[in-house]
């Protein structure tokens, strides 16, 4: 009974219920419980779970369901972000010309990341292109279909994708090859062609360097290979192109240490033993007979985990100087790590070549980084090594150095070779004459341990071979003595040791020969034994730019004063930790250089060394703090492009053009410009045209290949590191006609610089066209920027020979026009 009355009450209360949340709360009252998340039911009473109660029971299980979903989403958005990630990576594609070709990839990553596509680093546009390339994104497959492929295809393509979490690349390669429209006989007629005349064969050739190696780092110890795909059309069977690697502009020949690989395609190579010699800028070029192509990439040697602990790390590029038949003279270079304490100085090792015991050479540390090694026995060869030390103890030996063999520099020549010729003469043997004096004596090189000598031969010698006696007094007195009192010296070149530091000597050479010992020559001045070579000075101000997105443009004042500088140092820490570790361990010449390998995001602060074979100098002062990121550079598409194309010189098959830069060039210097030109017929503009393949620096370009008297347009883009920017307005249409005139055509490329108050310099460049007669002077004209163009004034009332003019006024200038005619 009671509860058939609750029941009745029930439904009368819900007749009266307007809304859920009174619905809700009156079936809460009346048996069913749910609150917040989730909603239970399992407790409404069966009479309730029929008719309208069912209905609101329903409504309210998914209120509470998107109600729960909004809070899980609500508390799990921060974890459920993350960077890009690719799940399948795009793959490079091998086609023919006129192919259609797909690269798709698929990636993740919370928020979506924004996907662009690149081609050799160049925003693919598919506006720019219109039926080129078509770009699609579904859901997280993204994709770049390129139509109708031609040889221009072939490229590095890369798709990036980027969130509010980071950026990530994947690369990919499109080679296009070509179809031959025959047999072999398109290249090569037939094959008398081939064999009995090089000009049947097609000496023009194509080459791209695809698949290249970037930036690499390795560690001292390790292996390391550098590789690229050339690609080279037309494709002709065995033909072997030149291939080269350099490393800091010094060609590379194959060795233990360097081993080199081609292919066919694909040109290797590897470093067997890596050393902190082999760091440095790697460069592969790739010649044909229509010219060259390279690709250039720096690589970082990591030092060796050092034996002890606090210990430096090695010296390196040991190399032996002055080699003579009892000594050798060895130099290094200091390293960039001392292991957090001074080093005291250097041992240097030698090992005769065939044996593998190494014997010190110096009983205690040299810090001069060059150190005579004598007794060696003449005739044998010998390689060295040294080793750096400090408190903590003693770092691992140098790359060993080339084997230098112990004898006199006259003797290494070798005799010309057999001609098979017998040559008779009837001469008497001359008598024997006195040899001369030496000339040119001098001083090349004064240390604490060592003097070095060198002079000129004489004039008379008579027909045979001389050899020296070297002598030597302390200054102020006129006693000599003769140094090498056994056996006279072949080569003009002597080195002199155990002398007493801080005198002062002379010294003096004669020469001898089976007639006897000729005239001392002119003694040299007072030197003085002791190291003249002093430690450099600090280098300058140092300021950090920025570069990549993990690497960092560091600029330097040079080290004043320095002699005999071997290069520079540099070492980077992050901001505020005084933490400094070394971004090069080889020493780079010049004042700038590029930091790899730093994190995106982080603050650095740099610093700079000099040395030379004295020692390394302070630190220069510390640069401010840079964040590293990539440096902002505004794309060509997003600025004004070149203008004011105008004919410099016209002949009947090719015309030359000028234009002006653009009045704003973004963040990056114009690196070149590229020129569009198209038939213009009977006023109706034909198809646009690449005029040139490869961007030209200067704001001039001569465009061959045209017909005689027909009418063209032309266009101009300009390009940045960024890309390629948009074209310029159509030119006017310009005959492509005979220039005959006989008053030369007009200067380009017109520039103001030094623009003073009251002052400016106007430069420009001379005529293409010079007219019947060579140009023989300039006229500049001024007016203001806005005035009508019958305000032009000439500003000389003399022609100026020369290609520049300052040109001064007693007003403050205003925006200025000016001209030169």
Not at 27 to 40: D, E, Y
Request: charged share 25%.
């Amino acid at each position: 009974m009671g509860g058939t009355g609750q029941k009745n009450e029930g439904k009368a209360s819900l007749k009266t219920s307007t809304s859920l949340g009174t619905a809700a709360e009156e079936l809460r009252r009346h048996g069913a419980s749910f609150s917040g998340l989730p909603l239970v039911t399992p407790r409404i009473p069966s009479e309730m779970q029929t008719g309208r109660y069912a209905v609101l029971i329903m409504i309210l299980s998914l209120l509470q369901i998107l109600e729960k979903d909004e809070y899980h989403r609500r508390m799990n958005e921060d974890n459920l972000q993350h960077a890009p990630d690719f799940v399948i990576k795009p793959r490079s594609h091998t086609v023919w010309e006129k192919q259609c070709v797909r690269l798709h990839c698929t990636v993740t990553g919370w928020p979506e990341p924004r996907v662009v596509w690149y081609k050799n680093n160049v925003t693919i546009d598919p506006m720019a292109h219109p039926g080129k390339y078509k770009i699609e994104s579904s859901y997280n497959v993204h994709s770049l279909e390129i139509n109708r492929c031609d040889f221009d295809d072939t490229a590095q393509y890369r798709v990036s994708a980027m969130n509010s979490k980071g950026e990530l690349s994947s690369f990919a390669s499109i080679v296009v090859k070509r179809r031959s429209t025959g047999s072999a006989v398109s290249f090569f007629p037939n094959k008398s062609a081939v064999h009995g005349s090089r000009a049947a064969v097609i000496l023009y050739k194509e080459t791209h360097i695809v698949d290249k190696f970037g930036v690499s780092f390795g560690r001292e110890g390790e292996t390391m290979s550098l590789g690229c795909t050339v690609i080279i059309y037309p494709t002709i069977q065995r033909y072997q192109p030149e291939v080269q690697w350099f490393r800091d502009d010094v060609l590379l020949k194959p060795s233990k240490w360097t081993h080199m690989h081609w292919s066919g395609n694909h040109a290797t190579l590897t470093l067997t033993h890596l050393n902190k010699e082999d760091e440095g800028l790697y460069t592969l070029r790739v010649t044909t007979k229509s010219g060259y192509e390279t690709h250039s990439a720096y690589v970082f040697v990591r030092d060796a985990e050092a034996e002890l602990e606090g210990a430096p790390t090695a010296p390196l590029d040991v190399q032996c100087q002055d080699a003579n038949k009892d000594y050798v003279i060895v130099t290094w270079k200091q390293p960039a790590v001392d292991g957090g304490s001074t080093i005291l100085g250097y041992f240097v090792d030698r090992c005769e070549v065939g044996t593998t015991h190494w014997i010190q050479c110096n009983d205690t540390p040299v810090k001069f980084a060059r150190f005579p090694v004598t007794a060696l026995v003449e005739g044998r060869s010998y390689i060295f090594r040294v080793r750096a030390v400090n408190r903590a103890g003693t770092s691992r030996p140098s790359r060993v150095s080339e084997p230098v063999a112990a004898m006199d520099p006259a003797d290494r020549h070798t005799s010309a070779p057999w001609t098979g010729q017998i040559i008779v003469t009837e001469e008497e043997p001359a008598e024997g004459v006195v040899p001369g004096k030496p000339r040119d004596l001098a001083v090349t090189e004064a240390t604490k341990n060592y003097v070095v000598l060198s002079w000129r031969p004489p004039g008379q010698r008579g027909h045979e071979g001389i050899m020296y006696y070297v002598e030597k007094c302390v200054a102020g007195t006129d006693s000599w003595q003769r140094v090498n009192t056994e056996i006279p010296v072949k080569s003009p070149r002597f080195a002199l040791f155990d002398l007493s530091e801080g005198k002062s000597y002379r010294f003096r050479v004669r020469c001898c020969n089976s007639a006897g010992v000729g005239e001392p020559s002119e003694p040299t001045e007072a030197t003085t034994v002791g190291d003249k070579l002093d430690i450099p000075s600090a280098p300058g101000r140092v300021v950090p730019t920025r570069n990549t997105d993990t690497s960092v443009v560091v600029s330097w004042e040079e080290s004043r004063d320095a002699k005999e500088l071997v290069g520079y140092y540099i070492e980077a820490s992050l901001a505020g930790k005084n933490a400094w570790e070394p971004c090069n361990n080889k020493p780079v010449k010049g004042t700038r250089f590029v930091c790899h390998g730093l994190t995106t995001g982080d603050s650095y602060m740099f610093r700079v060394r000099a040395l030379n074979a004295a020692g390394l100098s302070d630190y220069s002062q510390e640069s401010e703090a840079i964040e590293v990121k990539a440096a902002i550079v505004t794309t060509p598409s997003h600025t004004p492009p070149p203008y004011g194309i105008t004919v410099l010189e016209s002949v009947r098959d090719s015309m030359v053009l000028g234009w002006k830069q653009p009045t704003f060039i973004g963040g990056a210097d114009i690196t070149g410009y590229f020129v569009d030109y198209r038939e213009v017929v009977d006023g109706v503009p034909g198809k646009w045209h690449e005029a040139n393949i490869k961007a030209v620096s200067e704001r001039a370009y001569r465009v061959t290949d045209l017909k005689e008297n027909k009418f063209y347009q032309f266009q101009v883009r300009a390009a940045n590191m960024a890309g390629v920017g948009i074209p310029s307005q159509p030119s006017d249409i310009f005959k492509c006609e005979e220039w005959t005139i006989a008053v030369p055509g007009p200067p380009y490329d017109l520039q103001l610089s030094e623009v003073r108050k009251h002052s400016l310099v106007v430069l420009w460049k001379p005529p293409v066209y010079q007219g019947r007669d060579p140009v023989n002077g300039y006229y500049i004209d001024i007016k203001e920027a806005d005035a009508p163009e019958e305000d032009w004034k000439g500003v000389n009332e003399k022609a100026t020979g020369k290609t520049y003019m300052k040109v001064c006024v007693c007003y403050h200038l205003p925006a200025l026009g000016v001209s030169s005619s």
